[in-house]
């Protein structure tokens, strides 16, 4: 149906439009040129869009009405000392363990990537145990380390493992599972041709690997990086488990005691959210930055553009 | 290294053999190519010709025989009378002075052509950056495509993504010049651009091992023509008489085939 309407449509465009209208020789006969198709009505759509805007209507009509929601604390809370402190140390976790785990996986890629069998071995097992794990687990396990170690380098444990150092490692350790997969990938998606390449000006294979192949891969590392960073902001909130300061962990303190417990879990959304959308933003920026083929290429792809 | 070099050739083979698997792809080639040489290795697909050129440079390591270029054995060298595998370094220092240009470009991607030019001079040889620049415009000059230097790989046609892929190779400065099916890889109409090139870096002087389909070229170019068929040269003589009256029932079948 959809079709029909469309090709009724381009007809009626190209008669209608002086500029669309191919010039004609005179010899040639009158088409239906003249005539003019009248677009078909699309009542099927419209059906379907009234309905779709009637349930969410009558949603939030019902919601506006619940008292128990109490858009008015959302109000309070938004801003509140104690939730901003949250976002900030949410940011933390997030930005921290990204970076960790990303200089952990370039290390650990090439250890896959390795012809020597036990440095490929050892990166697989690694990837094999820090993606496996539940996150959660993960950072229950950090988080009691005072168990196993009571003691490190001469330090109580528990005075050096808080809910945010345990949470940093934590994540970055599960963040470069997922990370080193994604940039063995990188490396194994640039053609051979170009190590090869690399190697016949008189480069070492290590050189050609770092200073050939992986700028090459930035361009591929780039886009799941910008999924695995989102992930990574929502994951964060799991600290909340032991205490983390973290967004949630904030929230849940404040409702701990005022019992308004679902319009701050409300505040603790519209930030996810708003977090998300920003890095969504961030994310396609870099994605047109590292795109030399893209829309800006030439001019943004490595500014100086000359060696 | 006992082999007596009475006329110091620039590359010498010496029973090569060389195994991928369980395939032999390499039996026992001997070859040797003078300074100035142009060679064009002709032969079918499978013979052996794109791997003989990659153990030359090292880019494959060979089971058995020698290779050398320019009085150095590729692949090992001698201390006190022992033999050693290279090193990365060793490989890579040898590799620098045999250039190679490839069937399907292998121009740096994330890099203009300029970049590509000058990188190895730059990074490998050393060279200031200005005098690396200098050098680089010249080779993209002699290619004819001075024009094109801020340009990326993926902006350019194949054939000039190959005139770069050679400029790059010349500004290393090497001995000698590989070619694994240059214009194989090109659509007809780009194939002369390439080929001209080539001919004028032939004429310059340079040593080259071509490995090639176009029997033109060859003719004109080549001071000798190489035949191989499965692993072995089965032909090799002055280009005219290798191509006109092949000797070989082998090498006439492939030509009449090719023509």
Redesign the interface.
Known sequence: MTTNNEALTKVHLATDSPLTTPQRSSDEPQRVSGEKARRRKPYGQWATAALILAIIGAFCWTQAGNEKLDWASVGQFMFHPAILKGIAVTLELAVFSMLISVVLAFGVALMCQSRNRVASAVGKLYVWFFRGVPLLVQILIWFNLAVLYPTILGTDTNELISGFTAGLCALSLAESGYMAEIIRGGIISV?K??T????????????ALR??VL??TI?VIIPPTGNQFIGLLKASSLVSAIGGSDLLTQTQLIYGQNFKIVPLLIVATVWYLILVSVASVGQYFLERKFN??GAS??FS??KA??? | MTVLQEQAPLMSARDVNKWLGRNHILRGVDMTVEPGEIVCVLGPSGSGKSTLLRCI?G?EAIESGTINVDGDRVGFTTRKGQLYEHT??E???M??R???V?Q?F???????A??NV???P????GLP?AE??KQ?LDALDKVGLSLK??S?P??LSGGQQQRV?IA??LA?KPQLMLFDEPTSALDPELVGDVLAVMKRVAEEGMTMIIVTHEIGFAREVADRVVFMDEGRIVESGPAAQVLDHPANERTANFLRHVK
């Open positions: 053609n041709g170009q090869e390449a690399g190697l016949s000006i008189g480069l070492t294979r290590g050189q200073r050939i700028p090459q361009r030399p083929e290429s030439r792809f490595r553009g000359r060696p | 440079n880019l990365e370094q490989a890579a220092l590799r620098r045999i250039g190679m490839f399907h292998n121009l740096f991607n994330h890099m203009t300029l970049q000058t990188y190895g730059r990074k490998v040889l950056k690396a620049i680089g230097r801020d990326y993926a902006q892929a790059r190779a290393m």
